[in-house]
C-alpha cells in the first residue's frame, strides 16, 4: 500500500468515489466527475488517495488548507477506507500524511470530526494525537 497526494485524471477519482463515499455516507452522492475536477482545480485543497499493490484506490482523505486571522489552519475531510482493505494501517496511514502536508505548509492545528458511531476512526484519531475539543460543532443547511 502506498499514500500519496493524488495527481492523476478526474475520472479515476470519480471512480473511486463512486465505490467510497457510499461507505461513509448514506445521504451524500459520490461526486460527479465536473464536481471532481474542481475540487482538484482548487488551491486550498490537496486530495490524498492509497492505492494497493494492484494500483487499485483503496483509500482516500481530503485536506483543506485555508488562512483565517488567527492562524494557518487546515482541515481533514472524508477519510474513507474501503471496507475489504480496513484494518490495514490506510486510515492511519492517510492522517500521518496530511498531517505531514499541513505541517509542512506552516499550519498552527488541523481539525476534523467523526461522528460517534465510527468507533474505529475515533480511536485511530486519538492514538495518532488528536484531543476531543471542549467545543460544539453547529452545521446550517443551505438546502
Known sequence: MKVEVFD????????AFKELVPQLSKSNPPPGRDAVAAMLA???????????????IVGVATLVIFPIPTALRAWIE??????????????????????????????KTVDLTSRPVREA????????????RDTHVYRYDLH
Open 42 to 56: 482548487s488551491s486550498a485543497i490537496t486530495q490524498f488517495v492509497a492505492r494497493d499493490e494492484g494500483d487499485r
Open 121 to 132: 476512526a475515533n480511536h485511530m484519531y486519538r492514538k495518532l494525537g488528536f484531543v476531543q
Open 8 to 15: 492523476g485524471d478526474a475520472e479515476e477519482l470519480t471512480a
Open 78 to 107: 472524508d477519510v474513507i477506507v474501503d471496507e475489504s482493505s480496513s484494518r490495514q494501517g490506510i486510515g492511519s496511514a492517510l492522517t500521518e500524511a496530511m498531517l505531514e502536508c499541513a505541517r509542512v505548509a506552516g499550519c
